[in-house]
């Protein structure tokens, strides 16, 4: 039965999306006649504890920079605008340098290039400046864009970089770091949302990242400069 169906999964989260996936079809079967009824909408959704995001440390975030410039400066614009401006992976592999408007202290993640197909503008840290300053994002055929490899490549890249630099590979780490750090600094979930191009509740956003980190770790984190760049 749909019920059954649904509880072959063990996670909660997994459960819960298989029921969204399996109602979805059903109403196309039903709006196209091909079903009378859509038997898992009376299955109830499975209550998911909420796990806290990982971050990085700023000293892990420290060690993957300083590597990268040793053995792959290529690496450092897009990785910058992941750990210093929170754009997701599949931002950056779309972003073109012209998104980047350092004179004007800002990026642009155009609608095609965000996840959510919403355009949103953010303001540029000093961090992120001074990283893009040291190492000029340059337009990487075919298309032009910052990410100098192709997305499985880049991949393999950062995992090379971890294992290189001794520092353990967290999923999503960098844009939730960014988010954490930086609302430790403001204290603002309406300004961090407005960063991350988050369109939804700030409370929402606040409920995830509240209390992960301190102020003084977010200043270490934007902190992240090597003596070069200083």
Not at 48 to 76: H, N, Q, R, S
Not at 115 to 131: D, E, S
Not at 140 to 152: A, E, F, K, N, R
Request: some cysteine; hydrophobic content about 45%; charged content about 20%.
């Amino acid at each position: 039965d749909a019920e059954g169906l649904v509880r072959l999964h063990k996670s909660p989260v997994t459960q819960n999306t298989v029921r969204r996936q399996l109602v979805c079809f059903y109403n196309w079967l039903r709006r196209h006649h091909y079903a009378a009824e859509n038997p898992f909408e009376s299955v109830a959704t499975a209550t998911a504890d909420e796990k806290a995001v990982d971050i990085y440390k700023p000293g892990d975030v420290a060690k993957l920079f300083a590597k990268a410039e040793e053995t792959a400066p290529a690496l450092i614009p897009a990785m910058a605008l992941e750990f210093f401006a929170g754009v997701r992976t599949s931002g950056v592999e779309r972003m073109r340098p012209a998104d980047l408007r350092q004179a004007a202290g800002e990026i642009c993640l155009p609608g095609w290039a965000s996840k959510t197909r919403r355009a949103y503008f953010a303001p540029m840290n000093a961090t992120l400046q001074a990283w893009l300053a040291a190492y000029p994002p340059r337009g990487c055929p075919p298309h032009g864009v910052v990410m100098p490899l192709s997305l499985s490549r880049w991949h393999k890249a950062l995992r090379r970089l971890h294992a290189d630099a001794e520092v353990s590979l967290v999923p999503n780490g960098a844009r939730h770091s960014f988010a954490t750090y930086l609302y430790a600094r403001n204290g603002d979930a309406v300004q961090t949302a407005c960063a991350l191009g988050h369109f939804g509740n700030p409370q929402t956003l606040a409920r995830h990242y509240r209390g992960l980190a301190d102020a003084e770790a977010a200043k270490a984190y934007f902190a992240v400069l090597r003596e070069k760049l200083v």
